[in-house]
């Protein structure tokens, strides 16, 4: 059952079981695997407000059977799970003690470690990690998890062993090898030992386990990325065909969604451009294809619901450094300044064409997916439109960073907000910072819904670190930030 059929269920199921003497007449293994087959939908240790959202009936549900049947092992393994993916941590945790307290098996012991973890209980969630490794026959897991919860303390010293002990039962364990690197790196910190993480994490698409990019910093040490659900699709085409030719004959959205996100779906499976079919639901507002101020400088134009670039193709004298700067391995600090000597190379007469490499995007290098390069070569080019001049008022730059983020929702509205932030920060407490600062602000008025905004999280996560939100007036992002990482 998908998260959508069941999300319709739940609301039947729930409204029978609420009945008098219902639940009690629904036997607690039934109830049990049903309940445990939505657990599996949704992974995590917990799930962010969207998902606890989704699953709110089936908690009421879980509520409802366990309170008909409180005595049964399953339901209550079963209920402490739920709940804690459901944010209610002290109930869960009391329910794994009980659980443990009835039998002592690998689920209650792992319910305990991840319940006391999840409420900054670290030696009590190591020790139950090591209880769980009595029901396991190898104990590489156990020791990458307590190596992750002693990292996220900053206890780096004492988890670098488990991470090796890990490695030692497991010399391929993928999560202790990604740890010990990480590891290193805190302990013994080296630009060489960070770049080794970073390229871990662009390989990976970033997609390493939560914990470790808990580490690290988003839009400085990483790009995080995108999450339209057009993605999914491309991913489920490219495993079921490997390396055949083919595309995507059509696709059903919801709602509005990036055209990069759309051009990196065709680029994929190596589909002509603007050949995939797509119908769109709704339009969500404010409507995302429109501009939210008039611009120097428009990327996109749409016929209905299909974008197109609106500037030609830009020439190889501009898009190759600009590319080779997107190879490289991420880190905010070596682009902005490797951005200027390629922006100096380039020259001011030149604006135009850096921006259309964001939507003449060229292929990606051997092993790389297209909505993992996409990102890195539009802030590649944001970087470098950032460095075409100086000062800020009358500036090239200025006409072209705000043209990025007043431009239609796209993958290149993170690159602006992105670039318009070192801009900020390079400049100080000025006119940049402050116009930068109070246009990151305000587009918080104008995120499209209903669904996902692709520049949310980089515009709250970028906002916070401008020097105007470190006053009183800028305490606001914070909490938005906030919101939103809870939500994601």
Known sequence: MGKREGSRYWQWAVQILRAPGVARQ?????????????ISLYAGDTLNATAREEIALAVEASDLMFAAHPGDKMLLGVHSIRVRKAGRLDEALQLAERAWATEQNFMSAIAIAIARKLKGDVDGAVEGYRQVMRFESNPADRCADIAATLGRARRYGEALPWAQEAIRHCPDHVRALAYAMLLRAKIEPHPQ??????????DCGGSADPDFMAELQPYVDYLPPPQEATLGVARHVLQARGDKPGGITSLGLSSMESPSSRL???MAPGMKRGSMPVEVAQIQT?????PRQPLKY??????????????????????????????????IEAWTRRAADVARDTGPGHLESVLAVMVHPS?????????????????AAALVAARIDGGWEGSLRRDALLSLVYGPDDWTTVAGIVAITQVALELGRGPAAEEGYHALLNMAHSIPRPGYCCWEFARSTTCAAIPPARTPSGQQAGKWLNKLEDNN
């Open 26 to 38: 629904v036997t607690a293994q039934q109830g049990g695997m049903i309940l445990a087959a939505v």
């Open 193 to 202: 030992r960070m770049e080794e993480v970073r390229r871990f994490v662009r």
């Open 264 to 266: 990196a779906v065709e």
């Open 286 to 290: 404010p409507d995302p294809r429109q």
């Open 298 to 331: 428009l990327l996109w134009r749409y016929d209905g619901t299909d974008p197109r670039p609106a500037i030609p193709l830009p020439p190889g004298h501009v898009l190759d450094p600009i590319a080779a700067l997107a190879r490289e391995t991420f880190d």
């Open 363 to 379: 292929p990606p290098p051997e092993n790389e997916k297209t909505w993992i390069w996409i990102p890195h070569l539009q802030l």
